[in-house]
């Protein structure tokens, strides 16, 4: 490790080796990376001046790049965008031509998804006599060619495809990934409207079982992720509402909801926010400059991607929208770090203060942004330069690199485990659980063994108060609804979405798991992600699907 490393504290063996396994280029160090990207940014801003605020916010530890960032951003190879949508229409010619765009975008390593809800449903009449095959069979194509083509070289494709669930072939979409299905490396999501979740409260009985097939997939596979169609819509940017542009699905990690049309194909460029150090940046210009730094990320794309053919549909979104997708990580860890229970109110303060403090910057910034550059053709007249400024993504691979913050919004899995990443396996221990051990004198191998006996967990420490007990509690032992329920109370300041997985216990009956999802419904958060269902003994070895490439 140069020298020139030292300044930045996030930078250990476990961040180092995920950021030497594809995120550097060939003799590049750390420090390197770092110039490569912030000049290339404030090149793209036409102000130099800005190199030096953005080199610092992420030394410090203040922002978190993408991966797609870190690898391509000021490089010739690759795109430095995270996340791509196609809107597949039902013809042949149509659906041939999206293939070839997800096939592209694939390859220069974005997480993408497609709608399908266009199609016509299997044996439905077409032209010449014969019957459409379905919208599944359709999927078959994207599934083969997600198996062919890998992710920048460096992984496998992966997409999501997404299907009304009042569509003529859910049952079919809903066996997608069963021993057995032609289909095993799709991911999937379901579009639910408002009408149709009314219809089967009520007790429309043919709903009821197509939802009870949902909550049993979700139970067994964690899939499909749920969009629900009205929740997003109504809560849309206005300039969405004045131009009759519909959101119909989201993204490879569900937190995107941006409008595919067959001429434009969303894409959206993250980057997060540490709120591990918010006391640090919050009176700072920091959010400010994230999204400056964003939109020049998008700058960026929209010059590599002129002239090639099957990225025109994403490079018109990029030029036209220019939506941005600024999220957060490092929410658990501030809450610990502050000796603060995730279930508290005091944690829902916290919730909406530092969320109402990202939205006032990151609309302030855009209000800039048109003011310097211009408001791209979909926003004349509307004074601002980007469709959407927020979005929270999984940030698994950006947290380890991050001095190893807990990811996204979500609680820590556990306070002692085995990070087996798809770029290293490292051990890691709670540092601040480490910290409160050591004042009470119990930060020694015993404790620690108990802890990973517990599966992470300290409930079982006596020499801990209930108080403290609280603030360590892991992802499984938190309730469900309170997940639900602060993602609720943030989603009124975040334009798009969240990554919201959920932990069920494996024994929780299904009326309380659909109640909770009802709830979600209700309460106006726009989508589910996965479901995982924590049966105590296997759920510390099961490695679940991580979307590294739609990270921020």
Not at 15 to 44: F, P
Not at 53 to 82: D, H, Y
Not at 83 to 89: K, L, S
Not at 385 to 392: C, F, L, S, V
Request: with cysteine; net charge negative; glycine share 8%.
């Amino acid at each position: 490790m140069e020298e020139q490393n030292t300044n930045i504290w996030w930078l250990n063996e476990e961040s180092e080796q995920m950021l030497n396994r594809g995120y550097l280029l060939k003799g590049e160090t750390v420090d390197g990376a770092i110039d490569r990207i912030t000049t290339a940014a404030a090149k793209r801003l036409y102000k130099p001046e800005l190199q030096p605020a953005f080199k610092e916010m992420i030394t410090k530890g203040w922002i978190s790049f993408s991966s797609p960032v870190w690898a391509n951003m000021g490089t010739q190879r690759g795109l430095p965008i995270s996340c791509f949508n196609v809107h597949i229409p039902d013809s042949i010619e149509g659906i041939t031509h999206k293939m070839g765009e997800v096939i592209m975008q694939t390859k220069i390593g974005g997480g993408t998804s497609g709608y399908f809800g266009e199609l016509r449903n299997r044996g439905t009449a077409v032209t010449d006599n014969g019957k459409s095959s379905g919208a599944v069979s359709f999927m078959k194509l994207f599934d083969t060619a997600m198996d062919v083509v890998s992710q920048g070289g460096v992984r496998r494709g992966a997409f999501a495809a997404y299907l009304d669930i009042d569509h003529g072939d859910i049952e079919e979409f809903l066996s997608i990934k069963d021993i057995g299905s032609p289909i095993q490396n799709l991911f999937t999501g379901i579009c639910v409207p408002d009408y149709w979740m009314q219809d089967m409260i009520d007790g429309d009985m043919d709903k009821r079982k197509i939802w009870a097939r949902v909550l049993e997939s979700r139970q067994q596979k964690g899939l499909p992720y749920i969009f629900f169609t009205d929740n997003v819509n109504r809560n849309k940017p206005q300039v969405y509402k004045d131009l009759g542009l519909t959101v119909n699905a989201s993204n490879l990690c569900s937190e995107i909801m941006l409008p595919s049309t067959r001429e434009e194909s969303f894409i959206c460029c993250l980057s997060s926010m540490n709120l591990e150090l918010y006391d640090e940046w919050k009176d700072t210009d920091a959010v400010k400059l994230a999204i400056y730094f964003l939109d020049a990320v998008l700058s960026e794309f929209i010059e590599k991607t002129e002239g090639n053919y099957y990225l025109q549909g994403a490079r018109n979104f990029a030029m036209r929208h220019r939506a941005l997708g600024l999220g957060v990580l490092g929410y658990h860890s501030y809450l610990q770090k502050n000796m603060i229970p995730f279930e508290s109110f005091e944690a829902t303060q916290f919730n909406a203060r530092a969320f109402r403090r990202i939205k006032e910057q990151a609309d302030i910034a855009t209000r800039e942004l048109a003011n310097i550059y211009g408001e791209p053709d979909l926003l004349k007249g509307y004074g601002i330069r980007n469709t959407t400024t927020m979005a929270i993504a999984p940030t698994t691979s950006s947290s380890a690199i991050l001095g190893q913050t807990s990811p996204g919004i979500e609680p820590f899995a556990s306070n002692y485990y085995k990070a087996g990443l798809a770029k290293g396996n490292f051990m890691r221990k709670n540092k601040y659980l480490a910290k409160l051990l050591e004042e009470k004198g119990l930060d020694n191998e015993e404790t620690w063994r108990t802890i990973m006996l517990n599966h992470g967990s300290v409930q079982h420490i006596n020499e801990l108060t209930e108080d403290e007990k609280a603030v360590f509690k892991t992802f499984k032992e938190i309730s469900p609804m309170e997940i639900i329920s602060q993602a609720a109370q943030r989603q009124q300041y975040i334009d798009q979405a969240q990554s919201l997985n959920l932990q069920i216990p494996s024994t929780m009956p299904v009326k309380d798991v659909n109640y909770l999802y009802i709830e979600a419904w209700k309460k106006g958060v726009k989508t589910l992600y996965y479901q995982r269902s924590s049966s105590v003994s296997k759920e510390m070895m099961v490695n679940f699907v991580t979307c590294s490439a739609c990270e921020a």
